[in-house]
Each structure stands twice: as structure tokens, then as C-alpha cells.
């Protein structure tokens, strides 16, 4: 069973930045698409970013030209650099393995995720 942990989140004002880490056991992020999604209270969660196994990037409207996912497949790590953070980036965040038919469907349970709060 694949595994996947979420940390570096944490409480930023606004404008400012914080990156967060996404580490896999095994093989996971050599050989897999990994995105980067967060919940809002009450709400479901949404999707933020995807990096390809061949680095193509991708991201949710509204963190284009604010967040960058890159990946370090020898340290089996996926990052999420967020810059020019807003009050409504405030959410948990979470990493997974998104099925290639459907990125919201996940191909791993969900872990714990990590609480970026900003403050205005």
C-alpha cells in the first residue's frame, strides 16, 4: 500500500510564500503523476496542481502564476512552492496520485494533508 505525506504548512500573512513537501514511499514519484489539492471547511476538495512523469505542469486558475510544483524524484519528493499567498489559499493541503481519466479520483487514501492558514 503506497503512502503519501504532506508537511511545511503553516501560518503566513498574506503576500507571503511557503513551500510545502509531499514524500511517497517506494517508487510512487518516479513513477506517477502527483497533484497537490486542498479542502476548504465544509467543502470538497479541489484541485491545485499536477506535474507528469515527463514534468509537464499543471494548475487550477486560480493559483496560475502564484504556485509552482516541481518534483525530485531522487529524494521521492514532490514540492508546491506558493507565492503571493491570499487569505483564501486557507485550506489543508493534500498530495495524491491522480488516475489518468480523472484527476479528482485519487489512486491512493488520502493522508493527514497539512494547514496553510493565511492571516490578512
Known amino acids: 500500500q503506497g503512502q503519501l505525506v504532506e508537511y511545511g504548512g503553516g501560518l503566513v500573512q498574506a503576500g507571503g510564500s511557503l513551500r510545502l513537501s509531499c514524500t511517497a514511499s517506494g517508487s510512487i514519484v518516479s513513477a506517477n503523476a502527483i497533484a497537490w489539492y486542498r479542502q476548504f471547511p465544509g467543502e470538497q476538495r479541489e484541485f491545485v496542481a499536477r506535474?507528469?512523469?515527463?514534468?509537464?505542469?499543471s494548475y487550477a486558475n486560480s493559483v496560475i502564476g502564484r504556485f509552482t510544483i516541481s518534483r525530485d524524484v531522487a529524494n521521492k519528493v514532490v514540492f508546491l512552492q506558493m507565492t503571493s499567498l491570499k487569505p483564501e489559499d486557507t485550506a489543508v493541503y493534500y498530495c495524491?496520485?491522480?488516475?489518468?481519466?480523472?484527476?479528482?479520483?485519487?489512486?491512493?487514501?488520502w493522508g493527514q494533508g497539512t494547514q496553510v492558514t493565511v492571516s490578512s
Open positions: 495524491n496520485v491522480p488516475t489518468s481519466t480523472d484527476w479528482m479520483r485519487p489512486l491512493y487514501s
Open positions: 506535474i507528469s512523469r515527463e514534468y509537464s505542469e
